[in-house]
């Protein structure tokens, strides 16, 4: 089925407005990354000549200097979708060689590029790993970032009589280091509505309302150009984390990865490979547990898929860091995923997505798959 497809720009400073026409105008393509836990990025292509706009006067005038706020918004059968909204971090121009193939070339990631440019030495005393989180993702407001900070399943407060928190990196850098010690992870997520983000610090969404199912191997009724999956044996791997408790001599292992990453699959490979959990030393009983809890959930996802749809005949935008279901690939493969990236490929006319899914094993959970 055949959906319109618009393309919004705004550019500025700290508070984007719509672009000027002429910037609008030269667009060629667009290209963005999006992948759980980590940062996305962008590139935006313009043709340009000697006398255009673009490089004679907003580019000498510093309108696409780096750290230029940039927002791209694609409506798709006329629902928004803010897909970007991050800074420029660096732009080539190639001359061409011949008439008409002169191009501009802005590069950049999204906002939380901005939290990491300057090195911090600042304590905190007395608060949980996800009220430091709240307090730092504070300073960041203007940029319209609200943050989800989501409490770990198991909590941990500093006894500041014998130990203080003390950050001593970049804002992006400790945040992160938080995410890590205990399964979580971080990233700023553009929308719902232009010119606000959201950065989410909590364990990866697996749960919800699914996005509108892949289908394959289904006729007329297929919406993906291609996907493919495969199960990889020795991607899960067993961590062992004691303690030795002084007086009992009581042992703790490392918790089930259940209820921060709930099961997609039903038949979950086993784990072939165990490890000692190191580099724990000082740790409590709870930090050692949440450590290797986060270590065990990263392998988990043995079950991988890799495609690439159309977006004006899937009929929607596809987001990263969500489930979707999967369709006529079969019993082992049907069922829900977590998108895991996406990256978008926009041109004039044209929107295509390439994409990865994950879970932890074969076969689905639930007999029936949401179109």
């Not at 709240?134 to 960041?140: D, F, K």
Request: charged fraction near 15%; charge should be positive.
């Amino acid at each position: 089925m055949t959906r319109s497809l618009q393309l919004m720009l705004l550019t500025g400073r700290v508070i984007p407005a719509p672009a000027p026409a002429a910037l609008v105008d030269a667009l060629q393509s667009v290209r963005i990354t999006s992948s759980s836990g980590s940062a996305s990025g962008f590139q935006l292509t313009f043709a340009v000549g000697r006398q255009s706009p673009v490089t004679q006067v907003m580019l000498p005038g510093g309108q696409l200097d780096p750290r230029t706020r940039v927002i791209v918004v694609a409506v798709v059968a006329g629902v928004p979708h803010v897909l970007m909204d991050g800074v420029i971090t660096r732009h080539e121009l190639n001359p061409g060689q011949t008439p008409g193939s002169s191009t501009l070339t802005l590069t950049g990631e999204d906002l939380s590029l901005l939290m990491d440019l300057g090195h911090v030495e600042r304590g905190h005393p007395g608060l949980p790993h996800h009220l430091r989180v709240l307090l730092v993702c504070a300073r960041y407001a203007q940029y319209g970032i609200v943050p989800v900070a989501v409490p770990p399943m198991i909590s941990v407060v500093p006894n500041p009589a014998v130990q203080i928190p003390v950050q001593s990196a970049t804002d992006l850098a400790y945040l992160r280091a938080l995410a890590a010690e205990v399964g979580h992870v971080f990233f700023v997520e553009p929308g719902p509505v232009p010119g606000t983000s959201t950065a989410y610090w909590g364990p990866e969404v697996r749960t919800g309302q699914p996005q509108p199912a892949l289908t394959v191997d289904s006729g007329t009724a297929g919406n993906v150009e291609s996907l493919s999956f495969g199960l990889d044996g020795l991607s899960r791997t067993r961590y062992t984390a004691r303690y030795v408790e002084p007086v009992t001599r009581a042992t703790t292992a490392v918790p089930d990865i259940g209820p921060l990453h709930p099961p997609l699959g039903q038949s979950p490979p086993p784990a072939l490979r165990e490890r000692p959990l190191t580099g724990q030393g000082g740790r409590s009983v709870a930090e050692a547990q949440l450590w290797g809890l986060g270590r065990t959930a990263e392998s988990a996802d043995a079950v991988t898929g890799h495609g690439r749809l159309d977006v004006l005949r899937y009929g929607h935008v596809l987001n990263a860091r969500r489930l979707v279901g999967v369709r006529g690939a079969g019993r082992s493969y049907d069922g829900l995923y977590y998108v895991r990236s996406v990256t978008h490929d926009i041109a004039r006319g044209a929107y295509k997505q390439s994409f990865t899914l994950v879970r932890d094993g074969l076969v689905p959970r639930a007999s029936v798959v949401i179109p």
